[in-house]
T-cell receptor, first 115, second 114 residues
Framework: DTGVSQDPRHKITKRGQNVTFRCDPI?????LYWYRQTLGQGPEFLTY????????KSRLLSDRFSAERPKGSFSTLEIQRTEQGDSAMYLC?????????????FGPGTRLTVT | AQTVTQSQPEMSVQEAETVTLSCTYD???????LFWYKQPPSRQMILVIR??????QNATENRFSVNFQKAAKSFSLKISDSQLGDTAMYFC???????????FGAGTRLTVKP
């Protein structure tokens, strides 16, 4: 069990570019969550998946954001036409399933800087 | 909507002493969890302790314990025998069991001094 991993760890991009982040959950965890954490704040929920189904999306997830989990394993989070306000740490977490959704294991995060 | 408030942006404690971090929350739900997470500098967030709202007994995990006051909607974390490795951001979090919506406070930066 290698834990939740995220790639890349750091991403610097210019405003207007598209970026994609990847999250690999703990194997056999069928729930996967995305959060955004801005400097000095706690994480804010963005979306979560039960296997490949995206079950909930926060209103923070604008039309420029899209998340997928095509085979119920890894997930990607894409931000199109990045804006400076998108600069944040993007955290991924996984949990064993709906009956144990309180057990969320976090990855190290991807720090995005939009210049 | 649920909100979580941590009123202490920063705290410090001497090694081996005890410190208490405060957290209050607001909800109309009755079925929920409360958590304290630790985020060391440049490292990933890990769960410190969890409390289920229907349990009256306060949760404990080794040197970490909580004081859960459901009526007051208060959930403080006590760290006993503080160690240098306890230096981190501590986040209080609330999860509604009905929709798995996890809400975090803004965090308390704890520094343990030698």
């Amino acid at each position: 069990d290698t834990g939740v991993s995220q790639d890349p760890r750091h991403k610097i991009t210019k405003r207007g570019q598209n970026v994609t982040f990847r999250c690999d959950p703990i194997s056999e965890h069928n729930r996967l969550y995305w959060y955004r954490q801005t400097l000095g704040q706690g994480p804010e929920f963005l979306t979560y998946f039960q296997n490949e189904a995206q079950l909930e999306k926060s209103r923070l997830l604008s039309d420029r954001f899209s998340a997928e989990r095509p085979k119920g394993s890894f997930s990607t989070l894409e931000i199109q036409r990045t804006e400076q306000g998108d600069s944040a740490m993007y955290l991924c977490a996984s949990s064993p399933g709906p009956l144990r959704s309180y057990e969320q294991y976090f990855g190290p995060g991807t720090r995005l800087t939009v210049t | 909507a649920q909100t979580v408030t941590q009123s202490q942006p920063e705290m410090s404690v001497q090694e081996a002493e005890t410190v208490t971090l405060s957290c209050t929350y607001d909800t109309s739900e009755s079925n929920y969890y409360l958590f304290w997470y630790k985020q060391p500098p440049s490292r990933q967030m890990i769960l410190v302790i969890r409390q289920e709202a229907y349990k009256q007994q306060n949760a404990t995990e080794n040197r970490f314990s909580v004081n859960f006051q459901k009526a007051a909607k208060s959930f403080s974390l006590k760290i006993s025998d503080s160690q240098l490795g306890d230096t981190a951001m501590y986040f209080c979090a609330f999860m509604n069991r009905n929709n798995n919506d996890m809400r975090f406070g803004a965090g308390t930066r704890l520094t343990v001094k030698p």
